[in-house]
């Protein structure tokens, strides 16, 4: 049986077990969890937070993480600025990247989330106004929500991948891992 780890990745830390790219330390998934034989499936940029998903199966681990399978991920994003009704349907659409089309997202405007505290806090404009967003894609291009977000006129301040297919962080708390059936 496979298993299938389930982890609330904090802000700044590596997707991955060991770091080799600074001469200062930085903080990797081996600060958290120490269990051998799982992989991540998939990766998550060191400034976004939330649902990391490590497995010991292989064919697993290609289902979750590679696009052909299209597997739906949602992001809970906070941008800048308000997000007009014109940049939800070109989200939804699909927007232009130097390296081409999106896939047509699912995009809406959603009160700010009940969720942890950013350690360190995002930088807060009294003179820019802020919102946030939900998006999900069903691709993976390197920084992909940024850079869709940025496309549309509403740079991401904050990002927390919420859901995984049907795997959720629901109440999992940050920096905290459990082990779910597969």
Same mark, same amino acid.
């Given at each position: +049986? %496979?298993?299938?780890?389930?982890?609330?990745?904090?802000?700044?830390?590596?997707?991955?077990?060991?770091?080799?790219?600074?001469?200062?330390?930085?903080?990797?998934?081996?600060?958290?969890?120490?269990?051998?034989?799982?992989?991540?499936?998939?990766?998550? #940029?060191?400034?976004?937070?939330?649902?990391?998903?490590?497995?010991?199966?292989?064919?697993?681990?290609?289902?979750?993480? #590679?696009?052909?399978?299209? +597997?739906?991920?949602?992001?809970?994003?906070?941008?800048?600025?308000?997000?007009?009704?014109?940049?939800?349907?070109?989200?939804?659409?699909?927007?232009?990247?130097? #390296?081409? +089309?999106?896939?047509?997202?699912?995009?809406?405007?959603?009160?700010?989330? #009940?969720?942890?505290?950013?350690?360190?806090?995002?930088?807060?404009?009294?003179?820019?106004? !802020?919102?946030?967003?939900?998006?999900?894609?069903?691709?993976?291009?390197?920084?992909?929500?940024?850079?869709?977000? %940025?496309?549309?006129?509403?740079?991401?301040?904050?990002?927390?991948?919420?859901?995984?297919?049907?795997?959720?962080? !629901?109440?999992?708390?940050?920096?905290?891992?459990?082990?779910?059936?597969?």
């Amino acid at each position: +049986m %496979a298993r299938l780890i389930l982890f609330n990745k904090p802000f700044g830390v590596l997707s991955q077990f060991t770091d080799r790219g600074t001469q200062t330390a930085r903080q990797t998934l081996s600060d958290f969890i120490e269990l051998p034989g799982v992989y991540p499936a998939g990766r998550l #940029d060191r400034d976004s937070e939330g649902l990391m998903l490590l497995t010991d199966d292989g064919r697993l681990q290609a289902r979750i993480a #590679d696009p052909r399978f299209k +597997m739906a991920k949602t992001y809970l994003v906070q941008v800048e600025g308000e997000v007009t009704d014109e940049a939800l349907e070109q989200l939804r659409k699909g927007v232009r990247l130097k #390296d081409g +089309m999106t896939r047509p997202a699912e995009a809406e405007r959603i009160a700010g989330p #009940d969720i942890w505290p950013r350690d360190p806090p995002v930088r807060f404009r009294k003179s820019v106004p !802020d919102c946030w967003i939900s998006l999900t894609i069903r691709e993976g291009r390197n920084r992909q929500v940024r850079r869709m977000t %940025a496309a549309v006129g509403n740079p991401t301040l904050r990002l927390v991948r919420w859901r995984i297919g049907d795997w959720s962080l !629901d109440a999992l708390p940050q920096g905290q891992w459990r082990e779910e059936t597969v």
